[in-house]
Every structure is written in structure tokens, then in C-alpha cells.
């Protein structure tokens, strides 16, 4: 599958769990990041050696990392665009929130930004019609179970 962005996956996992770890006021060191990401301590030596030489992060020698303001920019692209991911597959489709945190993780790093911001508008447009009474998403969720289309459903074609 292409990218879409001028990033590996794994540089872009790397800078949105630094990100991460900034928004969560927590110093960013080796092990923290080799933690979050489940990797060793020497890969996220590597990575981070890597993208110090992109302008992405500056680290001081055996101390703490921190992202530049392009390394900053790219990584909060990357978490919004994961919860972005994560709300719809979660919200909109309905997936068991385990499974919708793994695949907005994998499809983060692929979507166009088209797609992304047609993603965006159905997340918001779900969450401004809750409560209006033509909840779409329940008859949805119902033909998800069952396979049937609604007999109520206003634009359904009838057999």
C-alpha cells in the first residue's frame, strides 16, 4: 500500500508517540518510547538518530527527547489523525473499541487527505444528530447484526 504522506510508518509511530508524551507533560526518554511502542531500547536509538538527522527531534546526549516544531507538526498530524480514525470506527461503525484503536493505528498512516476530511465530516455530522430522532446510525448497527434491511428506513428502496 502507498504512502501518503513523505514518512514511514514507523517514523510517523515514533513522532506521534513523542507527541504523545508532550501533550501528557511527561519527559520523553529511550525507555519510555521503547515502552509505548513496544520496541527495544536500541531501535528507538536508531529511530530517533534517524529523524535528529530529518530535523524531526533533538536529543540531548543520553537525555531526554524532545520534537522540533517540524517534528511537533507531523506528529500531531499523525494523533489527530488517528483519533479522527479511531472515532469513526468506533462511533460510526460501531467496532469494539480494542479493534477500533488497531486499525485506526494501521489506517492512519495511508487515508488521502480527501478521505480523511469526508471521514471527519461523517464523525461530526453523527455526533451533531444524536439526538434528533432519525438515528441512522441504530437502523445501521441493526442491519450490521442481522443482515435486514429496516422497513421504517426513509430512502431504502421497497421490495
Known amino acids: 500500500m502507498p504512502k501518503m504522506k513523505g514518512y514511514s510508518q514507523s517514523e510517523e509511530d515514533y513522532l506521534e508517540t513523542l507527541y504523545i508524551l508532550q501533550l501528557e507533560d511527561r519527559v520523553a526518554r529511550v525507555k519510555d518510547v521503547a515502552q509505548a511502542l513496544d520496541v527495544t531500547a536500541p531501535s528507538v536509538v536508531a529511530a530517533i538518530r534517524s529523524l535528529s538527522e530529518k530535523g524531526l527531534v533533538e536529543q540531548e546526549k543520553y537525555g531526554h527527547i524532545e520534537l522540533t516544531p517540524k517534528g511537533e507538526r507531523v506528529g500531531r498530524d499523525v494523533y489527530k489523525r488517528h483519533q479522527l ?14 479493534v477500533a484503536e488497531k486499525d485506526a493505528c494501521q489506517l492512519e498512516h495511508y487515508l488521502s487527505p480527501q478521505t480523511r476530511e469526508r471521514i471527519l465530516r461523517i464523525v461530526e455530522y453523527t455526533r451533531a444528530c444524536r439526538g434528533d430522532g432519525v438515528n441512522f446510525l441504530k437502523r445501521f448497527m441493526q442491519f450490521v447484526h442481522t443482515g435486514q434491511l429496516p422497513d421504517s428506513c426513509p430512502g431504502c428502496p421497497k421490495s
Open 85 to 98: 480514525l479511531f472515532a469513526f470506527l468506533n462511533e460510526v461503525l460501531g467496532l469494539d473499541p480494542q
